[in-house]
């Protein structure tokens, strides 16, 4: 009866929703949220095409062969792009924050794909952090609230969540037009471990929505691994990848709303 009294719509196809939900998106498009496909880099999940290299039995991008990123590996659930861009979206921008618990399924998935041996005891999981000001205006940071829904599919006592281990200390530039060279002196600085003893000789898993350039996740990596951190993660619910143009050359998509995002 308030379905038909008071029908919405799904803000993804903006087709009528059938069924009452806190999340205003319909089975159909949640169903469309798919994993990455294809062959992707063993250490920093970039798509590959062919031809390939193969390194120590793993397939490795051409930045990972020449120099290895500070994380030991990163995964992502799926590619930044349609649904599910506009489903992060829909938390970070619209305040929809029904959204996170689905993403955080994406996530834990994501974290599933990394492997862990937990000699050092329970991996700690580290949100990446907002600058003050950007939390104050959004009233929350969607990174925490992913890692935390995500916490929640992983059970068992493997993972604990620190939400203030790592901060970001100073606001960053927009990282669109920026060369490489130029992103990572943007980054630098941007954080800081303000208790390092938490993690010391610990293996942290670096959580976020979006993976875009890298850039961030590394310059966080290298944050906490002069802090003591014994081995560094990434996982986040979505990245971006590179596409074939006309069969020929290689883009890397970047969506300015998450660049702006990540400062």
Do not use: W
């Amino acid at each position: 009866m308030f379905a038909t009294l008071f029908p919405d719509d799904c803000r993804l196809c903006r087709n009528p929703l059938a069924n009452i939900s806190r999340l205003p998106v319909c089975e159909q498009c949640l169903d469309s949220l798919n994993r990455i496909e294809g062959t992707v880099c063993a250490i920093c999940g970039e798509r590959l095409t062919t031809p390939y290299a193969i390194s120590e039995g793993e397939a490795r991008c051409g930045l990972c062969r020449r120099a290895e990123p500070p994380y030991v590996k990163a995964a992502a659930y799926g590619s930044y792009e349609g649904g599910l861009r506009d489903l992060i979206h829909l938390l970070k921008y619209d305040h929809v924050r029904p959204a996170a618990a689905v993403l955080g399924r994406m996530l834990a998935e994501a974290i599933g794909d990394l492997s862990f041996d937990f000699k050092n005891g329970a991996v700690i999981v580290v949100p990446v952090p907002l600058f003050a000001k950007k939390f104050r205006q959004r009233g929350f940071n969607q990174a925490e609230l992913v890692a935390q829904s995500a916490l929640k599919v992983l059970r068992g006592g493997k993972f604990e969540l620190n939400v203030n281990v790592l901060q970001r200390q100073r606001e960053t530039q927009s990282q669109i037009g920026l060369s490489r060279h130029q992103r990572r002196e943007n980054m630098r600085g941007a954080f800081a471990v303000v208790n390092p003893a938490e993690i010391a000789n610990r293996d942290v898993l670096l959580a976020d929505d979006v993976l875009t350039t890298g850039t961030t996740a590394a310059e966080c990596a290298r944050v906490l691994h002069r802090a003591g951190a014994s081995k560094v993660y990434v996982a986040t619910v979505a990245r971006t990848l590179k596409v074939e143009v006309q069969g020929v050359k290689l883009v890397e998509i970047e969506d300015p709303l998450a660049m702006a995002a990540h400062g």
